[in-house]
């Protein structure tokens, strides 16, 4: 899939902006705090995490926030008007420890073994991201223990136990909606 040109395409941008609208609205605040949810995939002080599907940077800034200056957040998202909008957002704040990429999830061009955390939120299940060929790129990019932490609305679809399947991630649980899982040595 040319992720490279779909991010470009007038049409997705102006389709994905009201989309963008409604997952920065208060009543998404306050029914998903993002503090509360990145708690639930042990987001924490000096890690590097990558976002995939940065969208308008929702749970970005708070994940920044919360990693702290030693730490690291790489936010990747295929949509260009999504991409500048978070880097705005991420300038403004003042912060100098995020870096917003338009890139594929499948082919993320990061070094391997070189995350600590890689956040899933709100991007499974979504058939441009096929599971055969997210998760070993989710693997590549994460240090041995790493964490894989996934968030779907509104239902799991499944996708939970195909994690495990793939054997290259095992289950750790699941807390403030958000299913955990260890990478796995293969």
Known sequence: MDTERLGQSRFLNILFKPAGWLMESRLR???????????????????TVLEVGSGTGFFTLPAAEMIGETGRLIGIDPL??????????????????????????????????????????GVLPYPTLPLDKLLPEMHRVLKAGGTLAVWMFPVSFGVPEAISRSGLFARLGKKNSVYTFRRTEN
Do not use: C, I
């Open 80 to 121: 260009s008007d999504y991409v500048d909008r978070v880097q705005n957002k991420v300038r403004e704040a003042g912060l100098n420890n995020v870096t917003v990429l338009k890139r594929d999830a499948l082919d993320t061009k990061l070094v391997a073994a070189s995350v600590d955390v890689v956040l899933l939120f």
């Open 29 to 47: 605040h306050w029914l998903m705090p993002p503090r509360k949810t990145l708690s639930g995939a042990g987001v924490g002080p000096g890690q």
